[in-house]
């Protein structure tokens, strides 16, 4: 990011010899006041690109700012910038260096085409698998030799890259990937996907065609359809394949609805849709009237009246891109020159060897899709970042190469099960790292523990939800539920094992002077009853003294104190200075300490269990409460994209409606019925999927938390413990 104030980072710049930069949208205007004249120069957003690549500079610039910006250029590049600055800059070719993303030099080849079997490239799904950011998908599709290859290098910022053909002979094979970081999102990478060209007479298998065409439909955020010359009956006659998308694409593993619910969906998950046409030679007019590229487009798509076979196949491309492509774009393309010699080599021409209007045109298409190309989602609103994106790829091939349909259920569910299974492990990963830096063992109490339990299993419960998605039965979540109540229940040992052993340390060192007298006979005299008593009752008294001892310090006490009974006793019958009945007193006195203080050890066992119990009430509420939150959200995503689904359907209707298609307008009633019933049940929150998935999860996790019944055991004996004396 380019900026002008001091607080902020300095420029980091690379030059670019070659620049396009004076064709973009810089504009210089003059204020003139009474006192002075004030040079203002704004630009809140700027797409600059050579041969294609974007940067995206945000700032905003007053004379100082100019100035300022002028001097970090010329300390971060050695150029001292003229009068002019800002323009002369542009013009030079500076360009905002990239931090983030994938440094791939070239594309890739990602589904092989070799005699007509499609086959995933491990080597860019290696790539993928290492992308960690979301990405912005743009897949380019047409017959061949109509030039996309060399569109797609221009979003790549390159003049090589993919193949461009000088032939009649379709250069690329299959689908290539290039995956560039993206010039005006640095959060996301932006894979281009250049197909092979469709109608290549070389091949054998036009089926080939239509599964490529599939695919980029169903791997791309933006779908690109290169043509050449004018939208007619014969471009759409071309473009049959998208007709064939609802034989050759499911939404569901299986549909109760034949069909209507895979076609009422597609308008959920399918991507943009650009038509681009190339060698553009009329004019933008109709009926005399000057129109927009967009008007264009649209008024090609309007359906033919009649029914005879020959207008439902010419309207069956249209109806098919107004139903499932939502929203809708056109660029028109001047030929980049008129020169043949130039063509055949345009990827070493200049640019100013191209046609200005050609350059614009250019221009403007990739300042389309730097600024407007959405992130690369599933339904539900689940983000693709590059490793799923390579998940999909392998689910969609899986399918296509066992003669199946490629699913996106299916798809999701494969990826669900990797990622949920990936999150998991995050989250348990966390839980532990977390236990770990926050426990000084051994506790002072199990309450402590449990306490940097509960915030440190909030926390990895947080990261699960975050990374997990399609949880339906919530089998991962149950799973994550018992690994982090294994490894509290490991943590709680661990304490109980540190306590006991620094416990048992501490009673070693402060029993020694004891121990010492009781083997030197220092009891075994008259008196010496008191004596021992006096030193027990010291060592005591020392041993309480002794900070953060944990929660076995009692236990190790009183199995000090057990071990003390015998020789108490023989010290005591031993004392000559008492009488039988003070011996028999001290002896009854004795028990009933010991007593008193295994009664306390009950106690503080039956507290410590209670906390064990409470734990997991918060354990239960704490889950229960953020998948809650989860699905609502997911149900608000849900709901929103219905609504998105339903007010296109409402849209498309009426314009039947209104193009005097009545029979084609009612013939939607079903699936607009079918989205409605879809919304209002998820609208009910009594009848919601949200209330049956949560009594689902409670009683599993009831059965996780609470079934051990050696915990309920031990606490029913240790009240009956409590009233048997």
Known sequence: MLSTGLSQPPLTLRHHPRWCCARCSWRDSAKATAARITFIFTLKTALYWERGRACSVFFSLDTGGRERWKEQVRQATGT???????????????????ASGPNMTDPICLIKNNNELLSVNQEALEILEKISQP?????????????????????????????????????????????????????????????????????????????????????????????TNTINHQALEQLH???????????????????????????????????????????????????????????????????NPKARISNL????????????????????????????????????????KFQEQANNFCSYIFTNAKTKTLRDGITV???????????????????????????????????????????????????????????????????VHAACESKAIAVFMEHSFKDDTQEFQKML??????????????????????????????????????????????????????????????????????????????????????????????????????KAIAEERARKEAAEKAQELLKQELQEQEQQVAAQQRSFQENIDQLTEKLEKERANILREQDKMLEHKLKVQEALLKEGFKKKSQEMNAEIQHLRNMIARNQDTETSWITTALHAFGREMASVLFSPSKLLDYIVKGVSSLYKK
């Open 385 to 451: 970042v590059g490793k799923r994106l390579g998940t999909l790829v392998v689910a969609y091939m899986d399918a296509i190469n066992t003669g199946d349909v490629p699913c996106l259920e299916n798809a999701v569910t494969t990826l669900a099960q990797l990622e949920n299974s990936a999150a998991v492990q995050k989250a348990a990963d966390l839980y532990s790292e977390q236990m770990a830096q926050r426990l000084s063992l051994p506790t002072d109490t199990l309450l402590e523990l449990l306490e």
């Open 135 to 227: 990405v912005v998908v743009v897949a380019i599709v047409g017959l061949y030799r109509t030039g996309k290859s060399y569109l797609m290098n221009r979003l790549a910022g390159r003049n090589h890259g993919f193949r461009l053909g000088s032939t009649v002979q379709s250069e690329t094979k299959g689908i290539w990937m290039w995956c560039v970081p993206h010039p005006s999102k640095p959060d996301c990478t932006l894979v281009l996907l250049d197909t092979e060209g469709l109608g290549d007479v070389e091949k054998g298998d036009p089926k080939n065609d239509s599964w490529i065409f599939a695919l980029a439909v169903l791997l791309s955020s933006v779908f690109v359809y290169n043509s």
């Open 317 to 356: 491309p249209r109806e098919c891109i107004r139903h499932f492509f939502p929203k809708r774009k056109c660029f028109v393309f001047d030929r980049p020159t008129h020169d043949k010699d130039l063509l055949a080599n345009i990827e070493n021409v200049s640019d100013d060897q191209l046609d200005p």
């Open 481 to 582: 539920v018992e690994i982090i109540k294994n490894k509290k229940e490991g943590f709680v040992l661990q304490n109980e094992e540190a306590s006991a052993k620094y416990c048992q340390e501490k009673l070693d060192q402060l029993s020694k002077t004891l121990m010492k007298g009781i083997s030197a006979g220092m009891f075994s005299v008259p008196g010496g009853h008191e004596l021992y008593r006096r030193a027990k009752t010291k060592l005591e008294m020392e041993y309480c003294q002794v900070p953060r001892k944990g929660v076995k310090a009692d236990k190790v006490l009183q199995r000090f104190l057990q071990s003390q009974v015998a020789i108490e006793k023989s010290i005591l019958q031993a004392d000559k200075a008492l009488t039988d009945g003070q």
């Open 80 to 98: 001292i910038l003229g009068p002019l600055g800002v323009e002369q800059a542009a013009l030079a070719g500076w360009q905002v260096a990239m």
């Open 241 to 307: 394949y998208v007709a064939e998308l609802t034989e050759l694409i499911r939404t569901k593993s299986s549909s109760e609805n034949d069909g209507v619910e895979d076609c009422t969906e597609f308008v959920s998950f399918f991507p943009d849709f650009i038509w681009i046409v190339r060698d553009f030679t009329l004019d933008l007019k109709l009926h005399g009237h000057p129109v927009t590229e967009d008007e264009y487009l649209e008024n090609a798509l309007k359906l033919i009246p009649g029914n």
